[in-house]
Structure formats: C-alpha cells, structure tokens
C-alpha cells in the first residue's frame, strides 16, 4: 500500500503548487496597485508641485516686474506703452492663476491660493484707476500706497504658498519611498515563500521516488 504514500504526495505537490501560483497572482496584482500608487505620486510631485512652484515663480517676476514700472510712473509719468505693459502683466497674472487653479490644493493651500487671487482681483482695479489717469500728476498718491501695500500683502502669500509646496513635495517623496520599500519587502517575503514550498516539494518529491524504489526492490528481496 506504499503506493498511496505517492498519490498522498503527488496532492501535496499539487496543492502547494496551487499556492505557489496563488501567492504569484496576489504579488502581481499588489504590484500593480503599488505601481499605479507610485505614478500617481510621482505625477502629483511634477504637476502639483515643481509646476506649481514655477507658476508662483513667474508670478513673482511678474509682481517685481510691474511694481518697478510702478515707480518709473510714479517719478516720470504715463503713456500709452506703460498702460499696455500694466494690462499685458494683468493678463499674465491671470493666466498663472487659472493655471495654478488647475494643480490639486491642499486645505490650507486653497485658503492661501483663494487670498491671492482676491489680491490681484483688488491689485487689477487699482492698476485700472491708474490707467485711466493722463497723467502722473493726475494719480493719487494714496493710490501708489494703496497698490503697494496689496502688492507686499501679494508676495507674502506667494512665499506661503512657496512654503507648502516644499511641505507636500516632501511628504509625496517620503510616500514615494514608502511604497518602493513596501514593493522590495512584498518580493523579499515572495522569494522567501516560493523557497520553502519549492524546497517542501522537493522533499516530496524524493520521498515518493524512494517509496516507488522499495516497492520495485521488495519482491526481488523475497
């Protein structure tokens, strides 16, 4: 009856293969979901992140910009070269934050986004009642005060906004890192399964044969 030690076996063999193919559709399908996880996190650090960066880049450009054309008004005067620059930096703000709108915003970076763009709303009907004035003599001075102080208040919120941006760019690396390292330990611990069971089944495998050796040998022995 040793020949029912085999079949017994030759089920074990099978079920363990079973696992093996098991455990090898369950880390596929997790590495899937961790490399999907991973893109994503990489495409929020470049979209969300380093563009929004350069969208508050260029917005300070253009505030630094448009403010020393500012002071060239206040001291020398207004034509219509400046009055076309003032509404060429108004169109370019208003394309960086439409631009910007578009990233994902956290919590506090909506509060802070929302302050801005009330700011340029505030700064845009400032510049528009310098615009229409002839000339410098003709601009209130409280006017120039007025822009300057909405135009401080504008770069403090874009240094905010800076500030969260190296905030979320950091945490997005650090769950980048996470989901790598939990990729490399769901291998390591695949490797390790596959190795007993591979080393289980060749034991099997060699107690079968040995079993199928003694009964072939028996009735020779008699």
């Not at 009907?125 to 003709?138: F, G, H, P, T, V």
Request: proline residues 1%; neutral net charge.
């Amino acid at each position: 009856m040793k020949w029912t030690y085999s079949i017994k076996g030759k089920i074990k063999a099978a079920l363990l293969l079973a696992i093996i193919l098991g455990i090898t559709i369950l880390t596929n399908m997790l590495e899937r979901r961790r490399f999907q996880e991973l893109e994503r996190s990489f495409s929020s650090i470049y979209e969300d992140r380093l563009m929004a960066e350069s969208y508050l880049f260029h917005l300070y450009e253009n505030l630094k910009e448009k403010q020393d054309l500012l002071q060239f008004v206040a001291e020398k005067g207004i034509n219509q070269n400046i009055r076309t620059q003032l509404k060429e930096y108004r169109k370019g703000r208003e394309k960086l934050i439409e631009k910007y709108a578009q990233t994902y915003l956290t919590e506090e970076e909506e509060i802070q986004f929302n302050n801005l763009d009330s700011l340029f709303a505030w700064m845009a009907r400032l510049e528009e009642d310098i615009i229409r004035q002839s000339d410098a003599a003709d601009i209130p001075a409280n006017l120039f005060q007025k822009h300057e102080s909405v135009t401080t208040e504008a770069f403090s919120t874009l240094s905010a906004l800076s500030d969260i941006q190296t905030i979320e760019g950091k945490a997005l690396r650090e769950k980048s890192k996470r989901i790598i390292m939990g990729s490399v330990s769901m291998s390591h611990f695949e490797m390790t399964i596959l190795i007993i069971i591979g080393i289980i089944i060749q034991g099997l495998i060699f107690s079968s044969r040995t079993l199928l050796t003694g009964d072939h040998q028996s009735p020779s022995m008699n």
